[in-house]
DNA sequence: TTAAACTTTCAAATATTTCTGAAAATAAAT
DNA sequence: ATTTATTTTCAGAAATATTTGAAAGTTTAA
């Protein structure tokens, strides 16, 4: 397979992989695209690859900044802004578990904390009470595990995954 | 709170989760709503209760029972059908991650596995085959992971964590 | 200054997803 | 066989999300 082909392959699976975890399909591409990319790109350049307009390419960029995914270089020089991804494939994905369990897990929690300690007697709410009580038990957990990952080096991680998978 | 309230509650977040997960709100709130019904629910009563129309509550229905996440229950001398939610949150857990690990990792696995090994040389080509196959590495350890989890029972994964927070 | 290069904004257009409701299909009872 | 109960389907409507492109804003250079 030619390089250019396989980027575009990436490019479009990144694409569609964002897309079914509720991340818009620009923003992966763009992600994607600056991950395969050695140099950094400009707005310019990401909206020819892609063919993309510039508001579209300029949202994009600003909501990969705000991830954390991407950062903006300034090459002495030039005017133009460009734009690199990180390129540690680990320190990506603490990334996206840092904003995923900012946005998601913590509010659902919050819920949870809300809704426990339901008045008035009977099944419906022993049963009520007895299910908020192990879905926060079960996402409890899951935050102090993902925050373990976001703190985590590589290195951690590795010998982690080695024990589980012993 | 009154227990009204609170699962009224429950199932507007539970929903709102599920489409920043791209799970469709219906769908997430189908499934909160049978999971805090101490008895199964007719189609009839989905929509009464979600106020929704037969054609979304019907469509709903069906996915999460292609997910695993709900059972249809025959009462006898009745002739309509009964929906129940598993009430096991971990094995919930597990299912979630079994269908959304077939659905997208296995995927992604397959495009990072054709684009291994492109032709030609250069900086850019070496990059590139660098990233695909740090990406390969990484997707395939959380690929393994997850089979892992989906196979565990609730004590083994209880047991792991504590080892991972300790 | 003024002009040129570049970035940001946002209202309207487009695309995508979800939902409705009535009709068709199926299954059970009489 | 006919009626009644229930489920499924699906074309069109409605709701959401994304994208465009042109105008406004900003920054740097001359």
Chains 1, 2 share one sequence.
Do not use: C
């Not at 993902?146 to 024990?163: A, G, Q, V």
């Amino acid at each position: 397979m030619e390089l250019e082909e396989a980027k575009a392959k990436f490019i479009q699976a990144w694409g569609t992989l964002g897309s079914s975890w509720g991340i818009n399909r620009t923003m992966s591409q763009i992600h994607a695209l600056l991950i395969v990319s050695v140099d950094p790109l400009t707005t310019e350049e990401i909206m020819d690859q892609l063919k993309i307009s510039r508001g579209n390419a300029n949202m994009n960029v600003r909501a990969l900044m705000d991830w954390g995914l991407i950062t903006k270089e300034l090459v002495p020089g030039e005017r133009k802004e460009y734009f690199q991804a990180g390129k540690d494939i680990w320190q990506v994905a603490r990334q996206i578990a840092k904003e995923r369990k900012r946005r998601e897990v913590e509010p659902i929690l919050e819920v949870l904390d809300q809704v426990k300690e339901v008045k008035g007697t009977g099944a419906e709410v022993d049963e009520f009470n007895r299910m908020m009580g192990e879905l926060e038990d079960f996402t409890g957990k899951a935050d102090t595990t993902l925050d373990k990952f976001i703190r985590s080096d590589e290195n951690w991680f590795y010998k982690t995954l080695l024990t589980l998978m012993k």
